[in-house]
């Protein structure tokens, strides 16, 4: 059985989304649990594929919000989010702890952390079974920060994980139209004991029309004619989020999640 069709048939998904990614070779699909017995057994059945990620898991009683199941092809990877009940300090020292930072990537993600936090606040951490840990921070434009001020604090922390001035200044110009009309999250992410190379910026609540014209900006326009026929076939009013991937290369990365209809597994209760 395809690993899609095994999570849709093991576990009561009540998120089901398709992504993808600038260059369409990668069509992902994300399994969302939210439901606490299906957390479980999620986490139980990735602990026959990946004892030692499960077991960092257990050993310090980490409480699990969400689990990601994402799937392409054959193969099935899997993200763990703890949201909500961490604070700064626990979630960076969880991230820490689980990934054996090295003393000078430890300092250099709480310098990075120190200047996000003085825009948001915590949404989280996740733990992927590809051996990344992330944290997870929102910006709300709402909260009366003013707009140079978020610009300059992601600015700097883009340009400290070395994204290119090319990518900074597209992340200048776009970035007051593309939060407009939602929240963002900034995440940045550590591993093999370092903290990674590179900004992952997630904007809510962007069209369709404005997803591809970004696509299509950074990666031409079949890009963005390939991004209208994933929203042709989703039938969905807007893209559950489009992201930027910052770093040291160009161009920069770009993937797209939007919802699907709710697929209940054959073994939910009505």
């Not at 703890?82 to 054996?100: F, H, I, P, Q, R």
């Not at 989020?241 to 209760?269: Q, T």
């Amino acid at each position: 059985m395809p690993p899609i069709a095994e999570a849709l048939d093991r576990f009561d998904v009540d998120e089901l989304q398709v992504g993808v990614d600038h260059s369409f070779s990668w069509l992902g699909v994300d399994c969302g649990l939210t439901d606490a017995a299906s957390r479980r057994a999620a986490v139980d059945y990735l602990g026959g594929m990946y004892p030692g990620w499960t077991r960092q898991l257990v050993d310090r009683d980490v409480a699990v919000s969400r689990v990601e199941l994402r799937c392409a092809a054959e193969d099935v990877q899997a993200a763990v989010y703890c949201m909500a009940e961490l604070d700064a300090a626990a979630a960076l020292g969880l991230v820490g702890d689980l990934s054996e930072l090295s003393a000078d990537s430890d300092v250099l993600l709480d310098a990075l952390m120190a200047q996000l936090l003085q825009v948001g606040q915590v949404a989280g951490v996740s733990l992927a079974t590809s051996g990344a840990a992330t944290v997870h921070v929102r910006v709300d434009n709402q909260a009366g920060r003013a707009m140079a001020h978020v610009l300059s604090v992601i600015d700097s922390v883009a340009a400290g994980l070395q994204a290119t001035e090319a990518q900074r200044a597209l992340v200048r110009s776009s970035h007051p139209g593309l939060s407009a009309t939602g929240p963002v999250t900034v995440s940045v992410t550590v591993k093999n004991q370092m903290v990674a190379m590179g900004l992952n910026i997630a904007y809510n609540g962007v069209g369709w029309d404005d997803a591809g014209r970004l696509m299509a900006a950074l990666h031409g326009r079949s890009a963005g004619d390939k991004l209208s026929l994933i929203a042709a076939a989703c039938a969905a009013e807007r893209p559950s989020l489009i992201g930027v991937e910052l770093g040291p290369s160009e161009p920069p990365g770009v993937h797209a999640w939007a919802p699907l209809d709710v697929v209940r597994s054959a073994n939910k209760p009505e």
